[in-house]
Protein backbone atom coordinates (compact mmCIF):
# COMPACT_ATOMS: atom_id res chain seq x y z
CA UNK A 1 0.00 0.00 0.00
CA UNK A 2 2.96 2.21 0.92
CA UNK A 3 4.73 1.89 -2.29
CA UNK A 4 1.56 2.39 -4.11
CA UNK A 5 0.71 5.73 -2.63
CA UNK A 6 4.83 6.83 -2.93
CA UNK A 7 3.89 6.66 -6.93
CA UNK A 8 0.87 8.60 -6.85
CA UNK A 9 2.66 11.15 -5.05
CA UNK A 10 5.39 10.97 -7.26
CA UNK A 11 2.69 11.43 -10.35
CA UNK A 12 1.94 14.53 -8.39
CA UNK A 13 4.81 15.64 -8.09
CA UNK A 14 5.26 15.77 -11.54
CA UNK A 15 2.63 17.59 -12.12
CA UNK A 16 3.18 20.62 -10.31
CA UNK A 17 6.78 20.33 -11.82
CA UNK A 18 5.28 20.94 -15.00
CA UNK A 19 2.64 23.69 -13.63
CA UNK A 20 5.67 25.35 -12.32
CA UNK A 21 7.62 24.85 -15.49
CA UNK A 22 4.27 26.93 -17.26
CA UNK A 23 4.10 29.55 -14.46
CA UNK A 24 8.26 30.63 -14.98
CA UNK A 25 7.64 30.38 -18.87
CA UNK A 26 4.74 33.28 -18.28
CA UNK A 27 7.33 34.84 -16.13
CA UNK A 28 10.10 35.24 -18.64
CA UNK A 29 8.00 36.26 -21.71
CA UNK A 30 5.30 38.19 -20.29
CA UNK A 31 5.62 41.66 -20.74
CA UNK A 32 2.81 42.62 -18.88
CA UNK A 33 3.46 43.13 -15.15
CA UNK A 34 0.38 41.83 -13.19
CA UNK A 35 0.38 38.52 -15.13
CA UNK A 36 4.00 38.72 -14.31
CA UNK A 37 3.05 38.89 -10.72
CA UNK A 38 0.37 36.30 -10.91
CA UNK A 39 2.35 33.64 -12.58
CA UNK A 40 5.05 34.19 -9.67
CA UNK A 41 2.51 33.54 -6.87
CA UNK A 42 1.29 30.39 -8.89
CA UNK A 43 4.86 28.91 -8.90
CA UNK A 44 5.43 29.63 -5.51
CA UNK A 45 2.07 28.46 -4.45
CA UNK A 46 3.23 24.94 -6.44
CA UNK A 47 6.84 24.94 -5.40
CA UNK A 48 5.38 25.07 -1.48
CA UNK A 49 2.98 21.63 -2.94
CA UNK A 50 5.69 20.31 -4.35
CA UNK A 51 8.28 20.72 -1.22
CA UNK A 52 5.20 19.13 1.20
CA UNK A 53 4.54 16.06 -1.23
CA UNK A 54 8.32 16.00 -1.26
CA UNK A 55 8.23 15.46 2.47
CA UNK A 56 5.12 13.05 2.41
CA UNK A 57 7.06 11.00 -0.49
CA UNK A 58 10.52 10.54 1.69
CA UNK A 59 8.54 9.91 5.12
CA UNK A 60 6.23 6.89 3.60
CA UNK A 61 9.63 5.72 1.60
CA UNK A 62 10.90 5.64 5.03
CA UNK A 63 8.21 3.78 6.47
CA UNK A 64 8.59 1.38 3.60
CA UNK A 65 12.28 0.63 3.93
CA UNK A 66 11.82 0.20 7.50
CA UNK A 67 8.99 -2.64 6.77
CA UNK A 68 11.02 -4.80 4.50
CA UNK A 69 13.96 -4.15 7.13
CA UNK A 70 11.68 -5.97 9.70
CA UNK A 71 9.84 -8.41 7.02
CA UNK A 72 13.54 -9.26 5.76
CA UNK A 73 14.50 -9.52 10.03
CA UNK A 74 11.06 -11.80 10.76
CA UNK A 75 12.25 -13.68 7.72
CA UNK A 76 16.09 -14.56 8.46
CA UNK A 77 14.81 -15.09 12.22
CA UNK A 78 12.17 -18.25 10.68
CA UNK A 79 15.57 -19.22 8.41
CA UNK A 80 17.54 -19.11 11.37
CA UNK A 81 15.07 -21.36 13.78
CA UNK A 82 14.74 -23.75 11.23
CA UNK A 83 18.68 -23.94 10.69
CA UNK A 84 18.89 -24.62 14.16
CA UNK A 85 16.24 -26.95 14.53
CA UNK A 86 17.77 -29.16 11.74
CA UNK A 87 21.37 -28.40 13.41
CA UNK A 88 19.79 -30.33 17.16
CA UNK A 89 18.40 -33.20 14.65
CA UNK A 90 21.45 -33.36 13.23
CA UNK A 91 23.61 -33.38 16.37
CA UNK A 92 21.24 -35.92 18.42
CA UNK A 93 21.54 -38.38 15.05
CA UNK A 94 25.31 -38.06 15.17
CA UNK A 95 25.54 -38.94 18.58
CA UNK A 96 23.68 -42.33 18.69
CA UNK A 97 26.09 -43.08 15.49
CA UNK A 98 28.82 -42.66 17.44
CA UNK A 99 27.31 -44.57 20.37
CA UNK A 100 27.60 -47.66 18.28
CA UNK A 101 31.02 -46.56 17.16
CA UNK A 102 34.25 -47.34 19.49
CA UNK A 103 37.27 -46.32 18.05
CA UNK A 104 38.99 -48.75 20.44
CA UNK A 105 37.28 -51.44 17.79
CA UNK A 106 38.20 -49.66 14.85
CA UNK A 107 41.95 -50.00 16.08
CA UNK A 108 41.82 -53.62 17.12
CA UNK A 109 40.24 -54.32 13.57
CA UNK A 110 42.47 -52.15 11.76
CA UNK A 111 45.49 -53.93 13.56
CA UNK A 112 44.11 -57.50 13.36
CA UNK A 113 44.18 -56.55 9.72
CA UNK A 114 47.41 -55.21 9.31
CA UNK A 115 48.74 -58.40 11.41
CA UNK A 116 46.98 -60.67 8.90
CA UNK A 117 48.17 -59.35 5.98
CA UNK A 118 51.85 -59.11 7.62
CA UNK A 119 51.52 -62.97 7.95
CA UNK A 120 49.96 -63.39 4.72
CA UNK A 121 52.91 -61.90 3.52
CA UNK A 122 55.65 -63.81 5.45
CA UNK A 123 53.76 -67.12 4.23
CA UNK A 124 54.42 -65.75 0.66
CA UNK A 125 58.08 -64.99 1.06
CA UNK A 126 58.07 -68.07 2.40
CA UNK A 127 56.48 -69.77 -0.25
CA UNK A 128 58.36 -68.30 -3.32
CA UNK A 129 61.90 -69.34 -1.49
CA UNK A 130 64.26 -70.59 -4.12
CA UNK A 131 66.45 -73.17 -2.83
CA UNK A 132 70.31 -72.74 -3.58
CA UNK A 133 72.98 -75.22 -3.55
CA UNK A 134 75.10 -75.37 -1.05
CA UNK A 135 77.97 -74.24 -2.54
CA UNK A 136 78.97 -71.44 -5.01
CA UNK A 137 79.26 -72.34 -8.20
CA UNK A 138 80.62 -70.19 -10.97
CA UNK A 139 78.97 -70.25 -14.51
CA UNK A 140 82.46 -70.38 -16.41
CA UNK A 141 83.47 -73.13 -14.39
CA UNK A 142 80.35 -75.24 -15.23
CA UNK A 143 80.91 -74.57 -19.01
CA UNK A 144 84.39 -75.30 -18.82
CA UNK A 145 83.69 -78.43 -17.41
CA UNK A 146 81.27 -78.99 -20.18
CA UNK A 147 83.16 -78.49 -22.98
CA UNK A 148 85.83 -81.09 -21.35
CA UNK A 149 82.84 -83.61 -21.06
CA UNK A 150 82.42 -82.76 -24.94
CA UNK A 151 85.88 -83.43 -26.07
CA UNK A 152 86.09 -86.88 -23.55
CA UNK A 153 83.20 -88.19 -25.42
CA UNK A 154 83.94 -90.90 -28.59
CA UNK A 155 82.39 -90.96 -31.90
CA UNK A 156 81.01 -94.18 -31.49
CA UNK A 157 78.82 -93.22 -27.86
CA UNK A 158 77.02 -90.29 -30.15
CA UNK A 159 73.74 -91.50 -31.39
CA UNK A 160 73.91 -91.14 -35.35
CA UNK A 161 70.25 -88.48 -34.63
CA UNK A 162 73.26 -86.19 -33.08
CA UNK A 163 75.93 -86.13 -35.95
CA UNK A 164 74.04 -84.46 -38.15
CA UNK A 165 75.10 -80.22 -37.17
CA UNK A 166 77.94 -79.12 -35.45
CA UNK A 167 78.05 -77.18 -32.34
CA UNK A 168 79.81 -73.89 -32.39
CA UNK A 169 82.71 -73.07 -29.94
CA UNK A 170 83.21 -77.50 -29.50
CA UNK A 171 85.39 -80.30 -30.87
CA UNK A 172 84.40 -80.91 -34.66
CA UNK A 173 83.50 -84.82 -33.57
CA UNK A 174 80.67 -83.52 -32.18
CA UNK A 175 77.59 -83.37 -34.21
CA UNK A 176 73.78 -81.87 -33.36
CA UNK A 177 70.65 -82.66 -35.67
CA UNK A 178 69.91 -80.10 -37.70
CA UNK A 179 66.57 -78.57 -36.32
CA UNK A 180 64.38 -77.07 -38.88
CA UNK A 181 63.52 -72.88 -38.63
CA UNK A 182 60.20 -72.53 -36.09
CA UNK A 183 60.46 -75.84 -34.21
CA UNK A 184 60.26 -74.73 -30.52
CA UNK A 185 62.97 -75.73 -28.52
CA UNK A 186 63.32 -76.23 -24.64
CA UNK A 187 65.31 -73.49 -22.54
CA UNK A 188 68.06 -75.49 -21.92
CA UNK A 189 69.31 -77.16 -25.23
CA UNK A 190 67.77 -73.43 -27.01
CA UNK A 191 71.60 -72.59 -26.81
CA UNK A 192 73.12 -75.26 -28.27
CA UNK A 193 71.82 -74.28 -31.58
CA UNK A 194 72.40 -70.97 -31.68
Do not use: C, W
Not at 31 to 43: F, I, L, P, T
Not at 105 to 116: A, N, P, V
Not at 166 to 187: F, I, K, R
Amino acid sequence: MIDGRVENVEAKIKQIDAEILKQRNIMTKSSNVSARNQAKQRAMQAMKRKKMYENQRDQMMNQSFNMEQAQFTSQTLQDTHLQVQALRAANVTMKSQFQEISLDDIEDIQDDLQEMLDEANEIQEIMSRSYEMPYDVDEADLEQELMGLELDVGEEEIPSYLRTAEVPNSSPDLALPNVPSGVPLHPQTANLYQ
